[in-house]
């Protein structure tokens, strides 16, 4: 999406880290290969091997996302040119749903922006819900606990939030019967937010791009322009 480069022509200091087992992150169980080629079948079960490990050893996929994303911050304070009483982040997709976790484990970024992907986990695996989701992902317990994604949410408070989610993305552009399902997550993750002595979060439902799941160029503005508002103080 190109949002690490655009916003660095903005100012910025960005670090874009290859996230948990994506681009050169990929880690093969056996000789598979040039991995610069695609390849869904191996990654996604060289993927799902990786996770066992992690599992197997205590640990789980968004926990390993919330480590990685501690240590991208580690580094951008170890820079002179960094200012750090503001750092951001921003997540498209599998990102922003990870930017929960994330911002609930760093303390130390002031503000988030989240497209499209930002949703209660647990809904994934719903009986009721059609279809699929890999059981890697899930956060292990939070059923049992009575946790879900709104919870890391409200915790985020009272630091600074942009939630942005495409109208219609769950069916491509066109309406779907799970739009009404995400906008009111949308309004639930801002009421627990809201609740937990938060007062700055804004949350976007947007039409452009006929509402798909992307980042379109006006929704982009909007989230540079309060990213700028927040961080450049």
């Not at 059981?135 to 939070?142: F, H, I, K, N, W």
Request: proline content about 4%; some cysteine.
């Amino acid at each position: 999406m190109f949002y690490g480069k655009e916003l660095f022509e903005r100012g910025y200091v960005v670090i874009c880290p290859d996230r948990f087992y994506h681009a050169d992150r990929r880690k093969t169980c056996q000789d598979w290969g040039n991995l610069s080629e695609n390849d869904y079948e191996r990654d996604f079960f060289t993927q799902q091997k990786r996770i066992g490990v992690l599992l197997a050893e205590g640990r789980n996929t968004w926990g390993k996302e919330a480590y990685d994303f501690s240590r991208a911050v580690d580094v951008l304070l170890s820079m002179p040119e960094v200012d750090a009483d503001n750092i951001g982040a921003i997540g498209h997709s599998a990102g922003a749903n990870a930017l929960s976790y994330c911002m609930f484990y760093e303390p130390r970024v002031k503000a988030a922006v989240a497209n499209c992907g930002t949703s209660e986990i647990n809904s994934y695996y719903n009986y009721n819900r059609p279809g699929t989701m890999p059981a890697s992902l899930v956060l292990p317990g939070s059923v049992k606990f009575g946790i879900d994604t709104h919870n890391y949410i409200a915790a985020i408070a009272p630091r600074a939030l942009f939630i942005s989610e495409g109208a219609h993305q769950w069916g491509d552009g066109q309406p779907d019967s799970s739009d009404k399902r995400f906008a009111a997550e949308l309004e639930l993750f801002k009421d627990k937010y809201l609740k937990n002595k938060g007062t700055d979060i804004e949350i976007i439902l947007f039409e452009e791009n006929g509402g798909r799941h992307c980042f379109p160029t006006g929704v982009k503005e909007r989230a540079y322009s309060w990213l700028d508002r927040h961080l450049k103080k």
